[in-house]
């Protein structure tokens, strides 16, 4: 267990509907990060923040925005979904702005399927 | 940008070597991650190379050269357990320090 907290587990929506996923960080982390992960591919940076700010954006679509809250936790909101957002969102955190490892805790994600 | 480049797959049989490489262009290169996952479960770190040369923790070593950007996961003595995807993974100042991720490598670990 990495301390990461993400809800829901699964997501079942039509196109066309906004969804939202929720991560809580490790007790005492300060970033959150998502990322996104279609079938058999790799880890999409998404966006992060750092103790309630915007620091570093990815290739995010402009349907979808974050933000995290005065107690740490994150929200991740997708709108205007279509099929090809299908996929596992994974909410990381770390204690810094990244750790001086490079290591950062994954929740179990939130797999959102849209039909 | 950043790019980092893997195998797709490994195949091997149990108790045998693998060595997953990675190679990436970056700038701003801080250090090189490595990262397992299960299917349908979260990743998890591995281990982490700022400097040249190997490090080893347990059964997986892994290893960093700098002057190549080139880096590599050694698993030993393969278990079925280590059927996974691994990634390998840059933090880079240039993108705002955030993690980069390869593609992944799924290793299939035989009888």
């Known amino acids: 267990d990495s301390g990461v907290t993400q809800t829901p587990k699964h997501l079942i929506t039509a196109t066309g509907q906004r969804v939202t996923l929720r991560c809580s960080p490790r007790s005492g982390d300060l970033s959150v990060y998502w990322y996104q992960q279609s079938l058999d591919q790799g880890l999409q940076f998404l966006i992060q923040y750092y103790n309630g700010e915007e620091r570093a954006k990815g290739n995010i679509l402009e349907r979808f925005s974050a933000q995290q809250f005065p107690d740490l936790h994150s929200e991740l909101n997708l709108s205007s979904l279509e099929l090809g957002d299908s996929a596992l969102y994974f909410c990381?955190?770390?204690?810094?702005?990244?750790?001086?490892?490079?290591?950062?805790?994954f929740g179990e994600g939130s797999r959102l399927t849209v039909l | 940008g950043q790019s980092l480049e893997q195998p797709s797959e490994v195949t091997a049989v149990e108790g045998a070597i693998v060595q997953i490489n990675c190679t990436y262009q970056?700038?701003?290169?801080?250090?090189l991650s490595w990262y397992q996952q299960h299917d349908g479960g979260a990743p998890t770190f591995l281990s982490y190379n700022a400097l040249d040369g190997l490090e080893e923790t347990g059964r997986f070593s892994s290893f960093l050269s700098r002057s190549d950007s080139y880096g590599y996961l050694l698993l030993q003595e393969l278990q079925m357990k280590d059927s996974a995807s691994y990634f390998c993974?840059?933090?880079?100042?240039?993108?705002?320090?955030?993690?980069?991720f390869g593609g992944g490598t799924r290793v299939l670990v035989k009888p």
């Open positions: 970056t700038s701003g290169f801080y250090g």
């Open positions: 990381a955190s770390s204690l810094f702005r990244l750790a001086g490892t490079g290591e950062l805790f």
């Open positions: 993974a840059v933090r880079d100042q240039a993108a705002g320090n955030k993690l980069t």
